[in-house]
């Protein structure tokens, strides 16, 4: 008998982790009341499939906390879970020494859904690399390309295959890319807004050569490069934009990792000064969906001079503070 998914039925359990948790059971949201099970959950689920050794979790869960009061801990939550969120024991297989989720059907993770869009991304950007390769002066490859790369995440690629598109062209025709082909980049690097209408009057038609080319581009087919008549950027007032250091130039994520429990408070305390040398030179705030259970100081510096507007708006839309489980905007008293 085919399963709810094969035949167009909403799954059993809806398991969302990417930009804010959101479960729900046959689409009726789930609120759990224990932000540790909820990271537990999350954890077992983006490391389905393979079963993850208890010692390891508890470790990474309470690195301050002797062995077995952690695994103490990792019971407790393990149970709180099951008590809050029954369904779980369909996909969670508990054994004495590992824990183990496997994704069957009747359960949804948009992080499987994300990693299984990536696996097509890689196979469509691999084609389009052979495409390049094969036609190394059509600007329509480079720019299947580095649209390819950009809806996949890969900015940093995509930006140097415009770059090699420009040296290709430069090199082998004497021209610039083409008005879209720029467009493109300068949209995908933020310097302008792509433009939107008609095309300007007197542009050459596509393939005619345009007066004035070198002999080789004419010869090939090339129109005029045109450059794009890019509207000034107009961004929205400070006071309108919900987070601030939007004109930051970086975003730093510090991340240590070893797989010997022993090391956790070591790696945590790396990170804390690493932290701490660091931050003197930051904007002051943070990108909130990197943030962990970092305090009230961290979420108000984060959002800045429009926290206390937030907390207002909180307060008429959520006054007894239901959506918690965040980032929190406590409500304006």
Not at 99 to 116: E, I, K, S, T
Request: proline residues 8%; aromatic residues 6%.
């Amino acid at each position: 008998m085919p399963d709810k998914a094969a035949r167009g039925v909403r799954p059993l359990l809806d398991i969302s982790l990417l930009g804010g948790v959101r479960i729900a059971v046959d689409g009726t949201l789930v609120a759990l009341r224990s932000t540790r099970v909820i990271a537990l959950l999350g954890f077992l689920a983006t490391h389905r499939d393979a079963p993850q050794r208890r010692e390891l979790i508890a470790a990474l869960f309470w690195p301050d906390s002797p062995e077995s009061q952690a695994r103490t801990n990792l019971r407790r939550e393990l149970h709180s879970m099951r008590a809050e969120l029954p369904q779980a024991s369909g996909w969670l297989t508990a054994e004495s020494g590992t824990l183990l989720w496997h994704l069957g059907p009747g359960c949804r993770l948009d992080v499987a859904v994300f990693d299984a869009a990536a696996g097509a991304y890689a196979e469509a950007i691999e084609l389009a690399h052979r495409r390049v390769d094969l036609e190394p002066l059509a600007e329509t490859g480079y720019r299947s390309l580095l649209e390819l790369q950009a809806l996949a995440g890969d900015r940093a690629a995509a930006l140097q295959t415009y770059h090699r598109c420009v040296s290709v062209l430069e090199r082998e025709l004497g021209v610039a890319p083409d008005q879209a082909t720029t467009a493109a980049y300068e949209h995908l690097a933020g310097r302008v807004r792509p433009r939107r209408g008609p095309p300007a009057q007197g542009l050459p038609a596509q393939g005619l050569p345009a007066q004035g080319l070198p002999a080789r581009a004419a010869a090939a087919g090339r129109p005029a490069p045109a450059h794009a008549m890019a509207q000034p950027r107009r961004d929205p007032p400070a006071s309108r934009i919900r987070l601030v250091g939007r004109d930051a130039g970086w975003n730093g994520v510090i991340v240590g990792g070893d797989p010997d429990p022993a090391n956790a408070a070591r790696l945590k305390d790396w990170a804390v000064r690493y932290w701490e040398a660091l931050h003197p030179t930051s904007a002051g705030g943070a990108y909130v969906n990197f943030m962990m259970d970092e305090g009230t100081d961290r979420v108000r510096a984060s959002y800045g001079r429009n926290y206390d507007r937030l907390a207002r708006v909180k307060a008429v839309y959520d006054p007894q503070n239901f959506f918690r489980v965040n980032q929190n905007v406590t409500p304006a008293g």
